[in-house]
């Protein structure tokens, strides 16, 4: 019996890739499912001979889906109400810290107990850390009457 060429068998596999594509996705993901290793090596190799490619891609990605990060961000650190809550937020004050009024960059949030706020300009968010520490605002104070 004879071997086919190996171009006789390149076509015959594209031919059968696009007849069959749903048959072909479904074995190469079951081939990923059990050889995790082999896919591991695969990756590592591809990325360590591409890496300027990779890099390129990672970041024309990032700069294509910054919403997208931004929800998935919310949502995970804050629960599935976070995009909707800041968006609504964001509106309300138009685009202004909500202490000073200069344009606002910072989702801001309580720790314990976990609340969702607004928005505030880095300055201001920065700023609010130390006024809602008490020991640090009695300080604080302590310190300007003292220089009064």
Not at 49 to 66: F, I, S
Request: charged residues 40%; positive net charge; aromatic residues 10%.
């Amino acid at each position: 019996m004879n071997k086919p060429s190996a171009e006789k068998r390149r076509e015959w596999d594209n031919r059968y890739k696009q007849k069959f594509p749903e048959r072909v996705r479904e074995s190469k993901r079951r081939w990923r499912e059990k050889h995790p290793d082999k896919v591991r090596e695969i990756n590592k190799a591809y990325i360590a001979a591409n890496l300027d490619k990779v890099r390129e891609y990672e970041q024309h990605y990032r700069n294509t889906h910054k919403d997208q990060k931004l929800k998935w961000v919310l949502r995970t650190k804050y629960g599935k109400a976070a995009p909707e809550h800041y968006q609504e937020q964001h509106k309300k004050q138009k685009g202004k810290c909500a202490i000073c009024g200069a344009p606002a960059d910072s989702r801001d949030h309580r720790h314990k107990p976990f609340k969702l706020r607004g928005w505030l300009c880095r300055r201001c968010n920065t700023g609010l850390h130390y006024l809602e520490t008490a020991a640090w605002r009695a300080a604080a104070e302590k310190y300007l009457e003292d220089w009064a």
